[in-house]
């Protein structure tokens, strides 16, 4: 199943241009909508997709993607639609990859065995489960990867050379380097500081270094990806969701349009990144 994400990587890298990393909130603010904009993200120019799990009680993001877990959990959304949603999305396009992002929680509660069958079956490439650190590997890491199901890391501007080895050790897929200490949906950080980073970690491993935290505009995403193998994507589409919603929270007929009006415009972003790098 990795071979999907390989093989986008591989892809991009022959095109010399960096990926975009999309994430969005699983069933924010409905079913419905959230698969509209699933299926929307390639067409606007999404590498990959990053799928969010909705959880109670997420201790890492900021307030916008906190909201569209409330909004999803509001709408009935569990991890079982979660699964779903990929499942749905598969009909129509087999070969963008899917990271599940989110909490060990959800995850431990549905069962560790049967989360991982139903994942494979919903054409889930990767697993990205913030608080869950190296020492935990048994928990999931390791019992994914022998399911063929990349674990995907995050290193931050704090790993240093100490502990990246650790962090690197069962990763899989791509390392995703979060370019500022806090929480999601900050200010942009400078970007020779990134490249920097970058550079540090691929000293360590072969996998593409896909850098997230910050990104909004599409001069946001050039500036990125002029040093790194894909720039990720989150709170900015979280935000166009939110502000497409009427005033209690439902969909609206302009919401899938919105994200993918963002989304084309970040793609244009990292497609003209390596043009300018290379003259």
Do not use: W
Not at 116 to 141: F, K, N, Q, T
Not at 199 to 224: E, M
């Amino acid at each position: 199943m990795t071979a999907r994400m390989d093989k986008r990587f591989a892809d991009l890298k022959a095109e010399g241009r960096p990926a975009l990393v999309t994430y969005f909130m699983g069933g924010d603010p409905d079913y419905e909508t959230s698969l509209g904009i699933m299926k929307a993200l390639p067409e606007a120019g999404s590498d990959v997709i990053e799928l969010g799990m909705p959880f109670s009680d997420p201790m890492a993001d900021g307030p916008a993607i906190q909201m569209a877990g409330q909004r999803a959990l509001k709408g009935g959304q569990t991890l079982k639609k979660t699964l779903q949603l990929a499942s749905d999305f598969r009909k129509t396009d087999d070969a963008t990859p899917i990271v599940m992002m989110g909490y060990y929680n959800p995850i431990y509660v549905y069962g560790v065995e049967k989360f991982l069958d139903d994942a494979l079956a919903a054409g889930i490439d990767g697993l990205i489960v913030v608080d869950l650190p190296p020492e935990m590997d048994d928990e999931l890491c390791i019992p994914a990867i022998k399911k063929g199901i990349n674990f995907i890391r995050l290193a931050t501007p704090t790993t240093d050379e100490k502990r990246l080895p650790t962090v690197l050790r069962n990763t899989s897929g791509f390392v995703y380097y979060v370019s500022m200490t806090g929480i999601t949906g900050s200010a942009l950080p400078d970007p020779s500081l990134v490249s920097g980073a970058v550079k540090r970690i691929k000293q360590h491993t072969n996998l593409p270094v896909c850098v997230g935290f910050g990104v909004k505009t599409a001069d946001h995403a050039k500036v990125i990806g002029n040093s790194a193998d894909g720039v990720v994507v989150g709170t900015a589409i979280v935000n166009q969701v939110a502000t497409s919603l009427t005033k209690d929270g439902k969909a609206t007929a302009d919401t899938v349009q919105a994200v993918a009006t963002l989304v084309r415009g970040l793609s244009t972003g990292t497609r003209s990144a390596r043009l300018v790098a290379a003259e």
